[in-house]
């Protein structure tokens, strides 16, 4: 998802060697004028995120992935708030894999 997670997506295709794909927040009228740049049509696709809190950023890129065939149902997220995100995305069929939550920051 753009801004915050695109160098943590490419960094992972990177390192994984996989292609990747850049989900816009809305549609351009110029250039390349669709909500995805990349093929994700029939790939298994991981959504990356930098935070997550209430899930609607990220539940809006597996809408906009699915929407365009690709099969979504797992978010890798660096930081998790613990505000919502976990439960809405389950309610998806998503699962979350946070690298650290919230509370664990704050408890050190």
């Not at 160098?7 to 995805?36: M, Q």
């Not at 809190?53 to 065939?69: D, E, F």
Request: glycine share 10%.
């Amino acid at each position: 998802m753009a801004v915050g997670g695109v160098p943590l997506c490419v960094a992972t295709a990177i390192a994984k060697k996989k292609p990747y794909a850049i989900i816009r927040a809305a549609e351009k009228d110029h250039g390349k004028k669709s909500l995805i740049i990349g093929d994700v049509k029939d790939k298994n696709v991981l959504l990356v995120e930098d935070v997550t809190t209430s899930g609607g950023s990220a539940l809006y890129g597996i809408n906009v992935l699915r929407a365009a065939g690709a099969r979504a149902d797992c978010v890798v997220t660096v930081v998790d708030r613990e505000q919502g995100a976990a439960s809405l995305l389950a309610a998806h069929g998503v699962t979350i894999h946070p690298l650290v939550r919230i509370s664990e920051l704050l408890n050190r």
